[in-house]
């Protein structure tokens, strides 16, 4: 069909994805109604199983005596390093966290709001190995690291440039965070996570930040959102602690995630895991509230199961289904962002295995009303590998995610009763005004998918889809261009990271 | 882990998978809510829209004048061949059609319930050409109708023998049909479909069923459903309307269909193609209850777009997914049974585009409650291959499908809250009581994925799922055994079909 010369398919959308100004929505705005499969009862039932856990049982905070100070202050039950809560206080103290908040990035354009009716998309976060199909599987380094934060600055679909995209293996443990906060900043305008290894640096993360936004701007915004995992079952250690402590004190949002795979971390039912779970992300949200009430953080969930031959982690199962759209239901209930989902797998490569994996993971986060998204992207070998052509096909399924989030368009011009008059029985839309006029907006665009006959794919050399996103980065990452960034910024922060580097021997852990 | 004696993982899996006597549930009973993505306002603006469509532009029915006759003295304003209904006719004639109902099979362990909380698995309907990854791409033959017969019949997860599961291009047209009935009762005693390319032909499919459950028995009971396109918009031919007066006349169920590529037959936009297919899919029901009241039919939709590029179809898009929910709801407001969705793709291979495009429609199928699922496995190409590997590959995703339809289990055992007191913070539930009490129940085993770690999977060969899929199906094919049938019907049957194709010329259409 004729096309209009202002945009010619996918070569425009090609040129214009590739471009250094990349405009698209910064985050997803739903109107689309979330999926609801717990009843009112069932979620009661949940809640109470949840505050028996914790009256009966409690979470242990290791290594922080701080914290336990804190919550024998709050009227908590604490002994040794286990705390116990009476029913309604954790409720109380999460009250004062916001149902939503911006985080903001460099380029106000790129802020994200996270909460209610939003959805955010990350890339993946933490692998320590890549993947691409020409050179398979490798340790990541901090070039590895700077491709993906630029894909993930140059994908229209992508809102945030995540935080561990990769492990850069390279560098120095104890010095690496500096490198991947920097490249974040350099290499991209859009919102960025910190460092949560250590305390210092997650205080590195902060004051980089500040050298950004000011430092007045930092301590009364969200720049950062930082991932404190509990290490499951209903336990967190001194390093995720200490980590959030830096934030919750400094206005900075933490992801609090209980990370579980049922079955190991979790019971093997679902009920039981949202019960467990649900324990956990309360008792580590209230603990933000007790050192800084009102501080935003997110009610986060990583949520699979094992493979009950193996014991090997399994992913896009029916149950981290279930286990992902009931946490989001008691998330809700709360009143707080959910951070849950993504793009996950098990798979070895990308081929069906992975693709219908990380399928049915992306439909639930969006069935779900997943508000941050971590791992939208990238994500191979149960997050062992970040795998480049992995991130260009899963960016292209977070567009589609856009388009569906967006629900059903209920206008005139949605509705096309004329269009339908126009054509009348046995004829044929293409051509009608209705079609010609929605012509540019009609039907989300796959960057990846070939929907040419047979023939046609053959003549263009029959590449299945990892051959064509192989294609893609690669095109993407030759036509990146970086965002300006003021070179007085650049200079305080190469500064800062020549300063700390200098501070202390380099360390593998 | 240790297993138990009596169930050793993949390997006794794979015994009772290939063994003779297949044990599975025989279909989906429900306990996840659907999704609801349109509001009581909006589901009224698109039935007030399909009304005013049915009024004004009306549908065409071609080339049957009995039928035009039916119409106007059922009410319906009738010019040529474009039949006009005044508001309130179709649904009147509607009201007669059951909720639900059984459709039954040679082994009654076999039946399924079509309707209501219930779904039923089908296999992929209609492709001329077969692809495997040895042989590549070829037209399809009466050998591997049987086949993919043989396949449906040994999956655990497929509750249906289907139809048309790929066409036998090697037989004459005017008599394939014989051979495709005959295949279903002989190769499998699941449900089957009935003939619908010619009214003789459907009534050679009803007569076969005769000679298999009696002629009383089919007069009264549902033996067949029967696939009845509209060709959309707004038009149903001859063909496909002499088939559904056989069925409807004989008590047997048609499945009505319109058939969209949005964009191409039907407006770009979600609310208007569903207005569009609401008001075909009512005229071609309440036609069959016009035919004979009270006889069981299925609300049918099968719904995509085009690409706007090429006009070529597109599978697993956001917009698909709205159509698939939004005329979930609609026909649940008629009371009726819906068929729609599957594992649906546009891709040539059974790559990563072919698992997210399917993945993605499936999602959407069980989320959508529908009832009856055509091209639930080995659809590839757009319809146009019936794949063997992707045939594997869908049916571990519908297993995994049945677990996510089952919902939350809020029983005491669910709840599992022992398991959390028996392990308690920084424990592990690998060995607790209630995970050893759990472990044969626990978590969907898929029969594709490799969850190994890479060591192992690169020990194992390095197989991509197509490669593990290509292993399987030959294993299933290699160690079928057909299920018993009585020689007398198998006899009459025989002689039935020997009397048919004497009687006329082989002919190509």
Chains 1, 2 share one sequence.
């Not at 490798?138 to 140059?154: H, S």
């Not at 008792?283 to 509230?289: D, F, K, S, Y």
């Not at 899963?394 to 004329?418: I, T």
């Not at 960034?485 to 021997?505: S, T, W």
């Amino acid at each position: 069909m004729a096309e209009k010369p202002a945009r010619r398919g996918r070569a425009a959308r090609r040129e214009s994805r590739t471009a250094g100004t990349v405009t698209s929505a910064p985050y997803i705005t739903r109107t689309l109604p979330t999926m609801e499969i717990l009843s009112e009862d069932g979620l009661r039932l949940i809640e109470r199983n949840a505050d028996t856990l914790l009256q009966e049982i409690g979470i242990e905070f290791r290594d922080d005596p701080e914290i336990l100070d804190l919550w024998r202050g709050a009227g908590a039950d604490v002994r040794e390093q286990r705390v116990r809560f009476p029913k309604g206080l954790l409720r109380r103290l999460i009250s004062t966290a916001p149902a939503r908040f911006t985080q903001h990035a460099r380029n106000p354009s790129r802020n994200v709001e996270i909460g209610g009716d939003h959805t955010v998309f990350a890339p993946v976060y933490g692998p320590p190995f890549v993947r691409d199909a020409d050179g398979g599987r490798r340790y990541g380094t901090i070039e590895d690291f700077r491709n993906f934060v630029k894909l993930a600055y140059q994908s229209p679909h992508m809102h945030h440039s995540g935080g561990t995209v990769c492990e850069p293996v390279d560098l120095p443990v104890n010095k690496r965070h500096l490198d991947m906060v920097y490249s974040h900043i350099k290499l991209s305008d859009k919102p960025f996570m910190g460092s949560v290894t250590a305390p210092e640096r997650a205080q590195d993360s902060v004051d980089m930040a500040k050298l950004v936004f000011g430092s007045d701007f930092v301590d009364n915004n969200v720049v950062l959102v930082n991932l404190i995992n509990a290490n499951s079952p209903m336990l967190f250690d001194g390093t995720m602690l200490g980590a959030l402590k830096v934030y919750a004190r400094h206005h900075q949002a933490c992801i609090v995630s209980p990370f579980i795979l049922a079955g190991a971390m979790s019971p093997v039912t679902v009920a039981g895991t949202l019960a467990q779970l649900l324990a956990e992300a309360m008792a580590g949200i209230a603990l933000t509230q007790l050192i800084r009430p009102g501080v935003p953080v997110i009610f986060g969930t990583f949520v699979s199961s094992i493979s009950m031959q193996s014991g090997a982690p399994t992913f896009g199962t029916p149950e981290s289904s279930l286990l992902l759209l009931g946490a989001a239901q008691l998330a809700r209930r709360l009143n707080l962002p959910y951070r849950s989902g993504g793009s996950l797998c098990a798979s070895k490569l990308t081929d069906a295995q992975a693709a219908y994996e990380s399928a049915a993971t992306l439909q639930s986060t969006l069935n779900g009303g997943v508000n941050f998204v971590l791992h939208g992207a990238g994500w191979l070998e149960g997050g062992l590998c970040s795998s480049y052509e992995k991130f260009v096909m899963d960016c292209d399924q977070l567009g589609m995610m856009a388009v569906y989030g967006n629900g059903v368009d209920l206008s005139e011009n949605g509705q096309a009763l004329d269009a339908i008059r126009e054509v009348g029985p046995g004829g044929h839309f293409l051509g009608c005004a209705h079609t010609q006029s929605n012509f540019e907006q009609a039907f989300y665009r796959s960057e990846i998918a070939d929907n040419n006959t047979v023939e046609q794919w053959e003549l263009d050399g029959s590449h299945d889809a990892t051959g064509r996103a192989n294609a893609l980065w690669k095109q993407m990452l030759a036509s990146y261009q970086a965002p300006a960034l003021d070179p007085a910024i650049d200079d305080a922060l190469n500064e800062f990271m020549a300063v700390k580097k200098a501070a202390v021997p380099d360390s593998a852990y």
